[in-house]
């Protein structure tokens, strides 16, 4: 099995662009996540997602993130447009079906974001 | 909400033991623990469910308190592949919602 997928695994950006970042999750899982880890933050859930459908994107920091889930083998998070603060590693993570409280995430590489 | 974890950071020689806890503030309905290395995504190690469950990997082994809320990891005889920074994330229920991860607590393991 390939694991999490995610691209690309580094992104320069300058501020005011768009970014999009791209997970593909293993197949055959039901949950998708987006996490954010910064040094001072730590690691934050951003929005998950149950057979494709977004449950929980309280995380979410603002208006300029957006993810969508077409379908059960990718995803996207957007930021439009970026800025300086967005820079973080971005972790894509997936799970089997089940309630959250029970499966294992298995998560992706990352995506170094850097946003000048 | 986030939980909390102690110690912040611990040093250890190969071969010594550690404890990391983590506590919450509200009700559990389950532990996570995860392990992730520098420069490396998390990986899982174990979930405990409410029901003060016990569970092992290896020689890493977890508790889970429900009254206190509290949960530990014990690492005994640690080697040098136990350093990292290890993250406990907790859940309020069976859905998913409030999931999130407590700071971390890093372990360096010295020869």
């Known amino acids: 099995d390939a694991g999490v997928i995610q691209s690309p695994r580094h992104e320069v950006t300058e501020m005011g662009q768009e970014v999009t970042l791209r997970c593909k999750p293993i197949s055959g899982h039901d949950y998708l996540f987006w996490y954010r880890q910064t040094m001072m933050r730590g690691l934050e859930l951003l929005i998950y997602?149950?057979?494709?459908?977004?449950?929980?994107d309280s995380g979410m920091p603002e208006d300029r993130f957006s993810a969508k889930m077409p379908n059960a083998s990718f995803s996207t998070l957007k930021i439009q447009p970026s800025e300086p603060r967005d820079s973080a590693v971005y972790f894509c993570?997936?799970?089997?079906?089940?309630?959250?409280?029970?499966?294992?995430?298995?998560f992706g590489p990352g995506t170094r974001l850097t946003v000048t | 909400q986030q939980p909390v974890q102690s110690p912040q950071a611990v040093i250890l020689r190969e071969g010594e033991d550690a404890v990391i806890n983590c506590s919450s503030s509200k009700a559990l309905y389950s532990v996570h623990w995860y392990r992730q290395k520098h420069g490396e995504a998390p990986v899982f190690l174990m979930i405990l469910l409410k029901g003060g469950e016990q569970k092992g990997h290896e020689k890493i082994s977890a508790s889970f308190n429900e009254k206190k809320q509290q949960s530990s990891l014990y690492l005994t005889a640690s080697q040098l592949s136990y350093s990292g920074t290890y993250f406990c994330g907790t859940e309020r229920s069976n859905y998913g919602q409030n999931f999130v991860f407590g700071p971390g607590t890093r372990l360096s393991v010295l020869p």
């Open positions: 993570a997936s799970s089997l079906y089940g309630t959250v409280a029970s499966y294992e995430q298995y």
């Open positions: 997602f149950n057979n494709n459908v977004p449950i929980d």
